[in-house]
């Protein structure tokens, strides 16, 4: 029952440098998406998916991609690491047309440093 | 275009104290209004919800006032302690719009002894 597992935890990255942040959820959730943390700006939505080879943009696409081949797997790549992208990465996960009381589960986050 | 405004940034509350955090939305289009609390570290994780069609929801001490046409809602933490210290975020959803969440900014709670 691991829920949503984020790696790495930690990493620094030189500016220029490609990385790929994994995601992944033993749920079935259909929705997944990903988040970027930054001190005052709250969570901005990076991209989301609704299902296997389906994905979209949400408000800060730039300089990410995303694929999802799997249910289980959603991950963000970095085409080329600016220090603007310096920030705590957040993926989650949910189910469709859920009760209430029934949110998103969130991963514990990945801390990039970019230099 | 900010769709969620939150405030305020940051509040101080003594134990025993009532924390307020308030957010205002424009979309008369979202039908689904949570909140979530995240701990230094941690992931956010939902606290509690409200549907637009109830004014007030409470749960234990954290209760959700819900005003639809001021298109406001807020979060009540009564008898505030020190473990309720955290990052609470509002958030709202379009109805039908996938699952997707719009965030407020954050408002960091300190609760002091």
């Known amino acids: 029952n691991a829920g949503v597992t984020q790696t790495p935890k930690f990493q620094v990255l030189k500016t220029g440098q490609s990385m790929t942040l994994q995601c992944a959820q033993d749920?079935?959730?259909?929705?997944m998406s990903w988040y970027r943390q930054d001190p005052g700006m709250g969570l901005r939505l990076i991209h989301y998916?609704?299902?296997?080879?389906?994905?979209d943009q949400g408000e800060v696409p730039n300089g990410y991609n995303v694929s999802r081949s799997t249910t289980e797997d959603f991950p963000l790549r970095l085409l080329s690491a600016a220090p603007s992208q310096t920030s705590v990465y957040f993926c989650a996960s949910s189910r469709f047309g859920t009760g209430i009381n029934y949110g998103y589960t969130f991963g514990s986050g990945t801390r990039l440093t970019v230099v | 275009q900010q769709q969620v405004k939150q405030s305020p940034q940051s509040l101080i509350v003594q134990k025993g104290g009532i924390s307020i955090i308030n957010c205002a939305y424009e979309n008369t289009a979202f039908d689904y209004f949570p909140w979530y609390q995240q701990f230094p570290g941690k992931g956010p994780a939902l606290l509690i919800a409200?549907?637009?069609?109830?004014s007030e929801k409470k749960e234990g001490r954290f209760t959700i006032s819900f005003n639809k046409s001021a298109k406001q809602f807020s979060l009540h933490i009564m008898d505030s302690q020190p473990g309720d210290s955290a990052t609470y975020f509002c958030a709202a959803r379009k109805q039908g719009g996938s699952e997707k969440l719009v965030f407020g900014k954050g408002t960091k709670l300190t609760v002091n002894p």
């Open positions: 749920m079935n959730h259909e929705y």
């Open positions: 409200i549907r637009p069609d109830v």
């Open positions: 998916s609704v299902g296997a080879g389906i994905t």
